[in-house]
């Protein structure tokens, strides 16, 4: 070979190693059809389910439906700009939600996006949005108070940590003041909380994020909205996104609390996507998943055990009901999925019992074992007290006269009823709880005028915290009515009965 082909073939060679072209097989296919947030796509044969595609103009979609020629896809963009025709490329990805610290104290969509003006989030990482929930042996009891700092609730339906209690009512009867109180109470206690906000109105989402920051909650808690406005793919992957990002919170071994507000409107807007998509629709339309839909969602609520971390992921869902019908589909769906439910009667709150729960219609099925003693034996005495007292409403309705015994009970149990009312942004320290509701079930309010309970309860908390601190500390820290603690309570309850004048 010559000296020049010699160099015309190093340079050759040199110029094919240099040249690093990146090639890859790229399968494509074609929408045949879009329209409503939903678009029909041929020729993709090896798509998988859950996998996101690319339209034309980055709009992302994700892939529900696997028919023998085609794909469905709900779009989590506008699809405005999409036409028939258009290309559409595989990524090769199963959806995935951006998980981290960084999200704490912002407002992100469900696709981790910012929505409240702020600067782009790094995540530390990234899970499956639609995760499989933890397996049984990997899972621990539920026996850690989370504490709402609702007497009502702390005491007669208690929450643990990792457990699945139901938020049901009619609208506007105080459910998610229910669970925004709740969330501000986790300040001191080491939770993570996560807001999820489904089909909501852009306003009402605006309130709560208002509320947190006014509470320096909003530190703690990331908010996830998919506001009335969205499209309703992007509301059916809100909650599993939110439940992403707690879950990064509970395997890390800490604890952390996701409230969906609300599932039914979640319900709606999968039934939306999937009459589109022609799958057959089943009672009230709803597709025949809809159970499957939400168990898988509040399944991955749990408390993992040692070997697991030991962190916990609790639920907070909130159902909406019509005319105080539990008994409705999605209702009953969800009431027999979780471990309670806390019902919020209307009558109640139109009456100015606030929290408006009906304590006959909600249970919590973890019960006392998430509870801690001192407000467990209290709570005791306070069913029986309640029980009672409602028996005998019932029967003074219907009867002339009552003897003198009927008649001190259901005084007692206005008293009661009165003392377990409590106001918006007001969550209370357990050991004031266990203090005020141990002055009422010992029959202390009994000659208190029921009009001045209010005032007796803020008046004795404001003369506990000046005068008995060391009281409240032996409470806290021994978390029981110990004999020292119960003469403690007994004096200072007799102490200031003396001066208090209604």
Not at 346 to 352: E, R, S, V
Not at 394 to 412: H, M, N, T, V
């Amino acid at each position: 070979m010559s000296p020049r082909k010699e160099e015309i073939v190093a340079i050759l060679k040199k110029q094919i190693a240099e040249l690093g072209a990146d090639l890859r097989m790229e399968e494509t296919g074609v929408v045949v059809e879009v329209g409503d947030g939903i678009a029909q796509v041929w020729g993709l044969r090896s798509a998988l389910a859950s996998e996101l595609l690319v339209f034309p103009g980055d709009v992302y979609g994700l892939v529900l439906d696997l028919t023998e020629d085609s794909v469905g896809v709900a779009l989590l963009g506008d699809d405005g700009g999409i036409r028939e025709g258009d290309e559409v490329r595989r990524t090769g990805r199963i959806l995935m939600t951006p998980v981290g610290k960084g999200f704490l104290g912002r407002v992100v969509n469900p696709l981790g996006q910012p929505l409240d003006g702020g600067p782009p989030i790094e995540p530390e990482g990234y899970r499956k949005t639609d995760e499989k929930a933890p397996g049984v042996i990997t899972r621990q009891p539920v026996n850690t108070p989370l504490q709402t700092g609702l007497k009502v609730v702390d005491a007669l339906t208690p929450i643990g940590r990792g457990q699945r209690e139901l938020i049901i009512g009619d609208r506007r009867t105080g459910k998610t003041a229910l669970v925004v109180d709740t969330i501000l109470n986790q300040r001191d206690q080491g939770v993570y909380c996560v807001y999820v906000a489904i089909g909501q109105k852009s306003s009402t989402i605006a309130k709560v994020v208002d509320a947190l920051r006014r509470h320096r909650a909003l530190d703690y808690t990331i908010v996830v909205a998919a506001a009335a406005e969205d499209p309703p793919p992007l509301q059916y992957l809100a909650p599993y996104a939110g439940c992403a990002m707690g879950e990064f919170f509970r395997d890390r071994g800490e604890d952390a609390l996701v409230v969906y507000d609300d599932l039914s409107k979640h319900a709606v807007a999968y039934r939306e996507i999937c009459l589109l998509l022609r799958r057959p629709p089943g009672r009230e339309a709803y597709p025949g998943d809809i159970f499957y839909l939400h168990s898988r969602l509040l399944e991955r609520a749990a408390r993992m055990n040692a070997q697991h971390g030991g962190g916990s992921l609790t639920a907070l869902p909130i159902v909406e009901t019509k005319a105080g019908d539990i008994t409705a589909y999605i209702p009953t769906n969800l009431i027999s999925i979780t471990d309670g439910q806390i019902y919020l009667e209307a009558d109640l709150f139109n009456k100015g019992q606030r929290p408006a729960m009906n304590v006959g219609l909600s249970v919590s099925r973890v019960g006392g074992a998430a509870q801690v003693p001192a407000m467990k034996e209290v709570a005791g005495q306070l069913r029986l007290e309640l029980a009672q007292y409602r028996d005998l409403a019932i029967f003074a309705e219907f009867a002339q006269e009552l003897d003198e015994a009927s008649q001190a009970q259901l005084a007692r149990g206005e008293r009661i009823m009165e003392i377990l009312k409590q106001g918006q942004y007001q969550p209370m320290p357990v050991e004031e709880q266990v203090a005020v509701l141990y002055a009422a079930v010992g029959g202390h309010l009994d000659h208190i005028p029921v009009e001045a309970v209010s005032e007796f309860e803020r008046g004795f908390l404001a003369f506990l915290g000046e005068q008995q601190a060391a009281l409240l500390d032996e409470l806290r820290r021994e978390r029981r009515l110990t004999e020292g603690v119960r003469q403690g309570l007994e004096a200072a309850v007799a102490k200031f009965k003396e001066g208090f004048r209604a």
